[in-house]
Nanobody, 127 residues
Framework: QVQLQESGGGSVQAGESLRLSCATS????????LAWFRQAPGEEREGVAS????????VYHDSVKGRFTISQDSAKNTLYLQMNSLKPEDTAMYFC????????????????????WGQGTQVTVSS
């Protein structure tokens, strides 16, 4: 069983930055897929960014490319999401998730493929 715990959310102004962290209870053989998803009120959950636990193959949703960076630190068992140039439309609850296998690029944002989920951390961006 893998436990995930997000932190780092908050309320910021548009254009500012936040870094989300996701601490995991057990890490990576290098053959897992890690991801950040988000869900705004009344909206479907959407994938934001994903990376293999080896640190390879980052994938981003088009809406965050060039602004968000996903990374992981195996030594600290932690997944990160650096969010720069935040926009009001980035406002959502952000969740980290882990899949027990390497998910192919075209399916990285299929939530059903992820077995483990954190409780979420709220990000609010005001204009």
């Amino acid at each position: 069983q893998v436990q995930l715990q997000e932190s780092g959310g908050g309320s910021v102004q548009a254009g500012e930055s936040l870094r989300l962290s996701c601490a995991t209870s057990r890490y990576a053989s290098g053959r897992e897929t890690l991801a950040w998803f988000r869900q705004a009120p009344g909206e479907e959950r959407e994938g934001v960014a994903s990376i293999y636990s080896s640190g390879r193959s980052p994938v981003y949703h088009d809406s965050v490319k060039g602004r968000f960076t996903i990374s992981q630190d195996s030594a600290k068992n932690t997944l990160y999401l650096q969010m720069n140039s935040l926009k009001p439309e980035d406002t959502a609850m952000y969740f980290c998730a882990a899949a027990r296998s390497l998910v192919m690029d075209g399916s990285r944002f299929a939530g059903k493929l992820y077995t483990y989920w954190g409780q979420g951390t709220q990000v609010t961006v005001s204009s």
